[in-house]
């Protein structure tokens, strides 16, 4: 069974195309699934698109309302603690599920065992891709991406994985937060998001420790989905944008708390079973 836990703040026209292509997406099929939708500062405009609008096209639709704003890493939690499926797969609103991409990762995961948190290519509605896996941060690479300059180019390129060609199944440090599958069994062992962290960089800690428990963290870009994406946390002003925006202000206290965690080399932990390559790339 297929448990999707989508994670909404104040979208719901986002909201309703997700929800909308993910039932075009399950047409037809056999797949057990439910679908919980984890609704932060809920609005009555929200909760009649679920419950109303879309209540017909899924046959397991489940609201969790928040009157307050939860962030994501709460959110997604919360989804977590609820759902009942062997498989789990963390979306966005944002996300356009195209058919075929769900069993095909379950199967992905399914024949690779050693695999604990898969995501899929990513696409621009233009059809370029976009990135959505990477190494893990430094504060320089996280300086450099606020205020890129000339010399920093190529620390960027690879913190973005552009120096690997990306064409078939590969290890990455972390996945975009936006569309995460994993299984029962990985969850069980590496546990829920870490709260501390409050709209940013969770995903990119639970990666870590993904890997920290023995699971390789896998991109799949055979496998696509489309992404309307939004950098909330950078701006315009560059290093003016902590005075001016509370979005950047977020970003920049969770990664005070994911440098306090993990360090400050952006290496991957040492792990007690090794990952073998073949696993990847079969």
């Known amino acids: 069974m297929l448990s999707v836990i989508i994670v909404n703040f104040k979208n719901p026209p986002l909201l309703r195309l997700a929800l909308t292509t993910l039932a075009r997406a399950l047409l037809g099929h056999t797949l057990s699934y439910e679908v919980i939708v984890v609704d932060s500062a809920s609005t009555v405009e929200t909760q009649n698109i679920v419950r109303h609008d879309c209540d017909g096209l899924l046959d397991r639709l489940v609201l969790v309302p928040f009157s307050e704003n939860t962030g994501y ?20 609103p944002d996300i356009v599920v195209l058919p075929g991409t769900l069993e095909t990762m379950m199967a992905y995961l399914q024949d690779h065992p050693h695999i604990g948190l898969l995501g899929p290519g990513l696409l621009n509605f233009d059809d370029t891709r976009q990135d959505s896996g990477f190494r893990f941060y430094t504060p320089l690479v996280m300086a450099a991406r606020r205020i890129p300059l000339p010399f920093t180019r190529r620390l960027i390129n690879r913190f973005l994985m552009r120096d690997e060609p990306l064409t078939s199944p590969t290890s990455v440090d972390w996945l975009m937060g936006s569309t995460l599958m994993t299984t029962r069994t990985a969850l069980e062992r590496v546990g829920l998001m870490d709260e501390q962290f409050f709209l940013y960089l969770s995903e990119v800690d639970w990666a870590w420790r993904f890997w920290d428990n023995g699971y390789a963290v896998a991109y799949m870009p055979t496998v696509r989905m489309y992404h309307y994406h939004q950098r909330q946390s950078k701006g315009r002003f560059g290093i003016l944008d902590v005075l001016m925006r509370r979005q950047t202000r977020w970003h920049i206290r969770d990664a005070i708390r994911y440098f306090r965690k993990h360090g400050i080399s952006g290496r991957r932990p040492e792990h007690p079973k090794p990952i073998q390559p073949s696993l990847l790339n079969a």
Do not use: F, P
């Not at 890493?73 to 966005?92: F, H, M, P, S, W």
């Open 73 to 92: 890493t709460r959110g997604v939690n919360e989804g977590l603690r609820r759902a009942t499926g062997d498989y789990l797969l963390v979306l966005n």
